[in-house]
């Protein structure tokens, strides 16, 4: 045992006893004196875990407003309109110009290509790669309730994601947030219990099986095919520690929570509120540590005509888009843009007051915000608007690259990786991890 930790004798107190000799009967968040002292003297020593949050707003940003000027760099660069929003966490996130996707074109399709830079995303017979969030869950998925979460706002469903699996299966958006919480924070019945214990069963049989009638041929298989054979069978042992993952966070009480069950709002047009919403969803997985990975896809194409306080909006959110350089179109656009920046801002803020472990929950989670167009008017994918919030990296600098000849942003993925701690040196179509970006 470490000899600088200090390790309390007193007895610790269960959440049954205290609740006996209360009188009280509500459900209590896991205090101090209910942990047993090694314990706490394990996780005082225990690094904090990491997270990842990928947002993608499918629209973008007006780039006037959003980019510092190209000559305003490093830690001293002047804010620009929109990040004047966030100007509260000036020094907890990096703005990037000069970033895309090399060979993601297509306009509106590279929105499901945010998360895996998989190219020409518009051509015919195009496939998409494994998207970043479930590269990390297949890796680190097993150490939470839920692997990742893939959530959306007015999302077309089974056209656009952010998540995306090893076979380039799209895995459809979450779009209710009362859903989410449901799935977070609520105990099914016994029967639903069972019922799920018997499908995950039902799954690790299926494995089991299809795993042994494979291995009665590989006797009579040449070398090229029993290394396929072997691969596969690692992929199945894979999945069967997974579903024996899932049935052991089966039989674990969830986590309980403050805020009640949220109400979604009916309208589409009440997207904003949409969004507020499953940045709560978000903040509170986080809090609980019910997942470490989380996306959101933003589907502003498929948005209509939007309510925001204060503005008065007059068309969709795709023809507005179009602006044509008309002062009203991009008036309700600049609008509509820093609703985003002040919906942003409130989650930083939730984050950054959360504590965990001597540090915040904002230090511990990387929040990735961005879009696949650069400018929505033209429909380019070069130059993407891009900001990059906590994860304990140094931050409050403007990283600028060739407008022209753009850097690489894959590059963030494979650092963001290794802040997981993942020892990954690629992924797509990087070329390293991000220039200038440096962990605290």
Not at 48 to 71: S, W, Y
Not at 148 to 168: E, F, H
Not at 348 to 373: C, H, P, V, W
Not at 423 to 428: K, P, R, Y
Request: glycine share 8%; proline share 5%; net charge neutral.
């Amino acid at each position: 045992m470490n000899p600088s930790v200090h390790v309390s004798t007193q007895r610790s107190v269960s959440r049954r006893h205290f609740l006996r000799t209360t009188g009280v009967g509500l459900a209590l968040p896991l205090l101090d004196a209910m942990v047993p002292a090694f314990s706490r003297a394990a996780a005082a020593i225990a690094t904090p875990p990491r997270r990842m949050l990928g947002i993608c707003n499918n629209l973008g940003l007006l780039p006037e407003k959003f980019f510092p000027a190209v000559d305003s760099v490093g830690m001293g660069y002047t804010l620009s309109p929109y990040l004047e929003e966030l100007k509260a966490h000036r020094n907890d996130f990096t703005v990037f110009s000069g970033v895309s996707h090399p060979d993601v074109d297509g306009g509106h399709p590279a929105d499901n290509c945010f998360l895996t830079a998989a190219p020409h995303p518009g051509s015919g017979g195009f496939r998409n790669t494994i998207s970043l969030d479930q590269y990390a869950a297949e890796r680190l998925g097993h150490l939470t309730r839920f692997p990742s979460l893939t959530l959306g706002v007015n999302v077309s469903q089974g056209v656009r994601s952010l998540s995306w699996t090893g076979s380039g299966v799209l895995i459809p958006c979450e779009e209710h947030a009362a859903d989410v919480y449901r799935r977070l924070f609520l105990k099914g019945t016994a029967k639903e219990i069972k019922e799920q214990e018997r499908k995950l069963s039902l799954g690790q049989s299926i494995m089991d099986a299809v795993a042994g009638q494979a291995k009665s041929l590989q006797r009579d298989l040449g070398a090229h095919d029993r290394e396929r054979l072997d691969q596969y069978f690692t992929g199945v042992r894979d999945l069967e520690k997974r579903l024996e993952k899932s049935r052991e966070w089966e039989k674990k009480p969830k986590p309980v929570v403050k805020e009640k069950q949220p109400v979604d709002p009916d309208s589409p047009a009440e997207y904003m509120e949409k969004v507020r919403l499953m940045y709560d969803m978000a903040a509170l997985a986080f809090e609980t540590d019910s997942t470490r990975l989380i996306t959101l896809m933003l589907d502003s194409v498929n948005s209509p005509t939007l309510e925001i306080e204060g503005a008065h909006i007059t068309d969709g959110y795709h023809s507005l888009s179009h602006h044509g350089k008309s002062e009203k179109k991009l008036n309700q656009l600049e609008a509509i843009d820093r609703e985003h920046m002040r919906h942003l801002n409130t989650l930083f803020t939730r984050l950054k007051g959360t504590g965990e472990q001597g540090a915040n929950l904002l230090d511990q989670s990387m929040i990735l915000y961005g879009s696949n167009l650069g400018n929505a008017s033209t429909h380019v994918t070069t130059n993407l608007p891009v900001l990059f919030a906590g994860g304990g990296f140094k931050h409050g600098q403007h990283l600028v690259f060739d407008r022209a000849d753009n850097y690489p942003l894959p590059n963030l993925f494979v650092s963001m990786l290794q802040r997981m701690g993942l020892e990954e040196g690629a992924f797509a179509s990087s070329t390293g991890t991000m220039k200038g970006l440096v962990a605290g």
